[in-house]
Each structure stands twice: as structure tokens, then as C-alpha cells.
């Protein structure tokens, strides 16, 4: 572990609609303080709270109103559709905000696609599109499996979570029932944050961020077959892809692996497989700097 970003009373949510300037003035404040897996390349909040947090109906990360992502919702919709086949399937949405991406994967013209959303903060009609579309006010877990899963989609959800693994072995769990099911994860990379400086990519709400190594790393732990992780979005993102695995993962092919030393957040370093990422972290009077080979 090797902490590189620490920064004090910082807000713990960026995305909350406050009621006024007092108000925003007297928003929950966190610590921020960021470590590095040096061998696989996850990036955690190791101050993180989770209690400090609140995801109810004040919180609103909606991007639609951006006509630029909003069509990079539609081509991303249109590639699972065109190219993955998601046509006459039943769509999970882990973590489903207001509903707008499943919408889309629903009504998209020809895929006859039915969809539930899942989110504890969701607001709205919990039924539409004529039943095609339902939305679930809860978690998705292993009390889900009733629901006969095609598709899990889960965009921008596990970042925000401080034990990534157990979300992914909640959504295994849920599979119990659709061994077949195909999975979809979108999550920022923390390799371009770093690339490109962008340092206010790093608050409070993204607890864990990942490089494609322990992004499918993790799923590989959780009990997935990774095919497939890709940068999108002009690299921001990472964009993974897996199904079900018949058997455990027990860490054969991939070195020796154990939990984050000291931390218990789940996702699993590596040696000696540091240079797959190749990367090194350079801190001196408080900054930081980033090189890639």
C-alpha cells in the first residue's frame, strides 16, 4: 500500500442538491485519503465512511441534459443491442438512478427488451412502458433470484462502493437462477485520471477506483468469467464485460493473491505482475505526478 493523495475536509458527496447556500455551506465533510495497491493497481479511499453518506432524493447525478453524453448513451445502447445481441432479453439495472440508461436499452427499436431497475434512491412510477419497465426500490442481492436474468448492467455504481467484491458476489448470488447470464460494468479508470491530471476526478464518493487489471481481477474473485475489458468514452472509462463462471475462482494462472494488506476492502493484489500496469507514482511537496511505460 502507498498513499498519494490526502486532503482534509473535503465534501462527501458531489452530486447533492442542496436547499440553499447555508446549507450547501454546512454540507457532511470526510477525509480524503488515497492509497495505491502497488501491485495490482487499486486505488482506495482509506479513510472512507460510508456512514457520512446519503443517497435519498436529494441526490441527483443525472449527465442527460448534456446532448454530447447523452449520444454516447445512445452508441453504447446500440453496440450491446447491435453487437452484444441484447434483443429479446430480461435487463437488470444495478444501480439504476432514475432510470434513463434502461430505458433506453428497453425502448431501443426491434430489441423487445424488458427491464428492472434496482436503486434505494430511486424516485418515480415503479411500473411503465406497459410493465415492460419496472423499477425496484432496494438492492440487488440474492434475494433476486426469482428474477430470470439475461443481462446485468451496472454503470457507475462501484466506485461507490468501499467493499467492490461484495457488491460483485451479491450480484453472483442473484445469478444463483441465470447461469447463463451475460454482465456488463462501467466504472471510471483511474490510469487516465492520473494520465491526464484531471485531479478533481479524485472526492469522497469514489471510494474505489480501478485499472483494468483490478477491475477484472476482482470480477475473477467474485466468481466471473471476464471476456472482455476495454477503455471507453475517450478512455475515461473502463467498460467490462463477463459471464457466470462454473467453477470458483481460486487464483490459479495469476499469481499468488490476498486481500489489500491491513485494509479488508476485497479487491486482491499480485506479484510479481506490476509491470502489466507499469506504473509509478512520484509525490514531492504535496504533488503528485504519474508515469506510464
Same mark, same amino acid.
Given at each position: 500500500?502507498?498513499? %498519494?493523495?490526502?486532503?482534509? /475536509?473535503?465534501?462527501?458527496? /458531489? ?5 440553499? /447556500? !447555508? ?18 493497481? %487499486?486505488?482506495?479511499? /482509506?479513510?472512507? =465512511? ?23 448513451? @445512445? +452508441? ?8 452484444? &445481441? ?12 432514475? +432510470?434513463? %440508461? ?17 436503486? $434505494?434512491?430511486?424516485?418515480? $412510477? ?8 419496472? #423499477? ?9 433470484? =426469482? ?10 455504481? *462501484? ?6 467484491? !461484495? *457488491?460483485?458476489? &451479491? ?7 441465470? $447461469?447463463?447470464?451475460?454482465? #456488463? ?13 484531471? *485531479? ?18 476482482? #470480477?475473477?474473485?467474485?466468481? #466471473? ?6 477503455? *471507453? ?7 467490462? !464485460?463477463?459471464?457466470?463462471? @462454473? ?24 506479484? $510479481? ?11 514531492? @511537496?504535496?504533488? %503528485? ?5
Amino acid at each position: 500500500m502507498r498513499p %498519494f493523495l490526502q486532503r482534509s /475536509q473535503v465534501p462527501v458527496h /458531489q452530486n447533492l442538491v442542496a436547499t440553499g /447556500q !447555508e446549507a450547501a455551506r454546512m454540507v457532511t465533510r470526510g477525509e480524503l485519503n488515497l492509497v495505491v495497491c502497488e501491485d495490482c493497481g %487499486f486505488v482506495f479511499n /482509506q479513510a472512507f =465512511d460510508l456512514s457520512r453518506l446519503s443517497y435519498g432524493e436529494d441526490y441527483d447525478n443525472t449527465q442527460c441534459c448534456s446532448a454530447y453524453f447523452d449520444a454516447y448513451l @445512445d +452508441g453504447l445502447v446500440q453496440d450491446m443491442v447491435e453487437r452484444q &445481441s441484447v434483443r429479446n432479453c430480461t435487463v437488470v439495472e444495478v444501480g439504476c438512478g432514475k +432510470g434513463q %440508461f434502461l430505458r433506453k436499452l428497453v425502448t431501443y427499436p426491434g430489441a423487445n427488451n424488458i427491464g428492472y431497475g434496482f436503486d $434505494p434512491s430511486y424516485v418515480g $412510477p415503479t411500473s411503465d412502458l406497459g410493465g415492460k419497465l419496472q #423499477f425496484c426500490i432496494c438492492y440487488y442481492d440474492e434475494s433476486c433470484t =426469482d428474477i430470470a436474468t439475461d443481462v446485468v448492467v451496472c454503470r457507475h455504481v *462501484i466506485e461507490h462502493v468501499p467493499e467492490p467484491v !461484495e *457488491i460483485l458476489r &451479491s450480484v453472483r448470488a442473484a445469478l444463483a437462477s441465470s $447461469p447463463k447470464a451475460r454482465v #456488463f460494468f462501467e466504472t471510471p479508470c483511474v490510469e487516465w485520471i492520473l494520465r491526464h491530471r484531471v *485531479i478533481w476526478d479524485f472526492f469522497y464518493e469514489h471510494c474505489s477506483l480501478f485499472t483494468a487489471q483490478s477491475l477484472g481481477l476482482a #470480477f475473477r474473485r467474485a466468481g #466471473f468469467v471476464v471476456e472482455r475489458v476495454e477503455h *471507453i468514452f475517450g478512455g475515461q472509462y473502463l467498460w467490462l !464485460e463477463a459471464r457466470v463462471a @462454473d467453477v470458483e475462482f481460486t487464483g490459479g494462472g495469476d499469481g499468488a493473491i490476498s486481500v489489500c494488506a491491513g485494509v479488508g476492502w476485497g479487491v486482491c493484489h499480485r506479484r $510479481p505482475r506490476i509491470e502489466d500496469v507499469a506504473m509509478s507514482i512520484h509525490i514531492r @511537496d504535496g504533488i %503528485f505526478s504519474y508515469d506510464v511505460s
